[in-house]
């Protein structure tokens, strides 16, 4: 059984960083590319970046580029979300995301507020 369980999440202010971990289990993780995932109140579920099962590729949304950064640890079965200059915008609920299969974590909450 795949599970993701993701955690760092939190309030922050403005300008400052989290790092967002997800842990994988009942995975081959190497295998999995994996991305992470966001939903701001009222709004869809929006892709924030990808980062292949090797970790050769990455990819990221324009909103996020230059402050967010996707890697992972195949070792430990993580993926992180380092975010940077955090913005009230980027107040949402971020997932990680496995595929194939197209798995979920439950999600962490990021609150950016002053």
């Known amino acids: 059984q795949v599970q993701l369980v993701e955690s760092g999440g939190g309030l922050v202010q403005p300008g400052g960083s989290l790092r967002l971990s997800c842990v994988a289990s009942?995975?081959?993780?190497?295998?999995?590319?994996m991305s992470w995932y966001r939903q701001a109140p009222g709004k869809e579920r929006e892709w924030v970046a990808t980062i292949t099962s090797r970790g050769g590729l990455t990819n990221c949304a324009d909103s996020v580029k230059g402050r967010f950064t996707i890697s992972r640890d195949n070792w430990k079965n993580a993926v992180y979300l380092q975010m940077n200059s955090l913005k009230p915008e980027d107040t949402a609920v971020y997932y990680c995301h496995a595929m194939p299969g197209g798995h979920w974590g439950q999600g962490t909450q990021v609150i950016v507020s002053s």
């Open positions: 009942g995975v081959a993780f190497s295998n999995y590319a």
